[in-house]
């Protein structure tokens, strides 16, 4: 049994026992939580998802989202009747699925058309300061950084632009940053058909900077070499293109 806080005698009180979603006890899962406390951890590679995750459409989750939304609001005690917030739940709810947490859905995995390596070009290739925006899924606060990615081709190249888009497709979810470093380097090892992938995140986090030990200055560095990036000398090669300016 865990240390029961004021706060999970107030989950338990408000649940009832009574809620359950898809077979899951609410209750359970909230008790879970309590066992994790406030420390971030990394459950598996793969963003833990339902197998129904995507029996609801588009249009339908954001209705649903609106509502909970606009309860939540509500228990706060804003008056949802004020012009200003009317709009806010139905706002936060499209923006969710759409934008923010779009990349939960597998159809919207940017297209990774490689071409031909005709000019035969095998070095490393590297597309540093990719900005992201990405959320912390232990308190749903945003995480934000620069991504650092490098990859050596051999049979296949991509389009520049889609390594960005790779970046911000997996930062669209609730993440961790080392799932999220994790997620990058699969999948451009998958779409280029190479072992010889490097991901480096660098990122605040504002659930950091913002509540708990409040640390406005601290960021959090992680990183990912596969293949010839195991190797000291090429490693060192994509590092001083990163950081020696
Ligand atoms: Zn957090």
């Known amino acids: 049994m865990v240390e029961n806080n004021g706060q999970s005698q107030n989950n338990n009180t408000y649940h009832n026992g009574c809620c359950t979603h898809n077979g899951e006890n609410i209750d359970k899962v909230l008790q879970t ?14 963003t833990p998802l339902r197998p129904d995750a995507f029996d609801l459409s588009d249009e339908e989750k954001i209705a649903k989202i609106s509502e909970h939304f606009y309860e939540i609001m509500h228990i706060m005690g804003l008056d949802m009747t004020d012009d200003s ?41 590297i597309e540093k300061d990719i900005t992201f925006y990405s959320t912390c899924e232990h308190h749903f606060v945003p995480i934000y950084g620069k ?3 490098a990859y050596i081709p051999n049979e296949n190249v991509v389009g520049l632009s889609k390594l960005n888009r790779m970046v911000q497709y997996c930062a669209r979810r609730p ?43 601290s960021n959090t560095i992680t990183t990912q070499y596969h293949g010839k990036f195991k190797n000291e000398k090429t490693r060192e090669e994509f590092l001083k293109h990163i950081y020696n300016k």
């Open 147 to 149: 991504a650092h990615v």
């Open 33 to 46: 939580y309590e066992d994790f406390g406030d420390n971030h951890f990394l459950s598996s590679v793969n």
């Open 85 to 125: 917030l009317r709009g806010t739940p139905h706002r936060v709810a499209k923006m969710y699925i759409k934008e923010i947490y779009s990349g939960l859905n597998p159809d919207n995995k940017p297209q990774m058309r490689t071409f031909e390596n005709k000019y035969q070009y095998n070095e490393m290739l």
């Open 175 to 217: 993440q961790v940053q080392e799932r999220l470093t994790v997620q990058i380097a699969e999948e451009l090892k998958k779409a280029l058909q190479t072992k010889d992938v490097a991901v480096i995140i660098e990122a605040d986090h504002m659930c950091v900077a913002s509540r708990g030990v409040q640390d406005v200055n």
